[in-house]
């Protein structure tokens, strides 16, 4: 079933794109952040970033624990969202799904120089440090592009989406350096 929506972006599309940037980065870090506190562990969190007020993690199974909750959470949020889109249509859902498509495979690139969450866990497990990282962009990938084929979003569309989510996500990981604001 396809969906004619326009792919006008309007003033409450950037509006919901700055929203689903920083809802999206602040609950992927709060679930870290839930993790670690559940596991025992004093933790802290900024807006991109979670970490131990002190110490360290007991074991690599705590650490990996605290590794895998943001990322489980973001794969969470973008089924919920695609489920959501594909049943109740609404044009303004997609920065949310776009945003956690993004927030991951930024998180592969980010990986080649410092291991991100995915690639962790990957090394971890034997599987090599990019087949987790690669995995999770796929799955998300494929779920974004089924919704913009359902709505008939355009290349121009998505172009001005992943400008809008870049600029935001840098906005946030830029104030989190060099303003380190902790939120918890």
Not at 21 to 37: D, R, T
Not at 132 to 150: D, G, R
């Amino acid at each position: 079933m396809k969906i004619n929506r326009n792919n006008k972006i309007d003033f409450n599309y950037v509006l919901i794109t700055a929203l689903a940037v920083l809802l999206s980065w602040i609950s992927h870090e709060l679930a870290h952040w839930l993790m670690g506190e559940s596991l025992g562990y004093n933790m802290g969190m900024s807006f991109n970033k979670c970490f131990l007020v002190n110490g360290s993690f007991k074991s690599q199974q705590d650490y990996q624990m605290v590794s895998a909750a943001g990322p489980v959470f973001t794969l969470i949020q973008a089924i919920f969202i695609f489920i959501l889109m594909k049943y109740r249509p609404s044009k303004l859902l997609y920065p949310f799904l776009f945003t956690c498509f993004y927030m991951r495979f930024f998180a592969t690139i980010i990986s080649i120089i410092n291991p991100n969450d995915e690639a962790r866990i990957s090394k971890w497990l034997g599987l090599g440090k990019f087949t987790l990282p690669i995995l999770m962009s796929a799955l998300l990938f494929l779920l974004l592009y089924s919704i913009s084929k359902q709505y008939g979003f355009d290349r121009k569309f998505n172009l001005i989406t992943l400008g809008l989510v870049i600029f935001f996500s840098s906005v946030i990981i830029l104030a989190d350096q060099y303003f380190q604001i902790r939120l918890l």
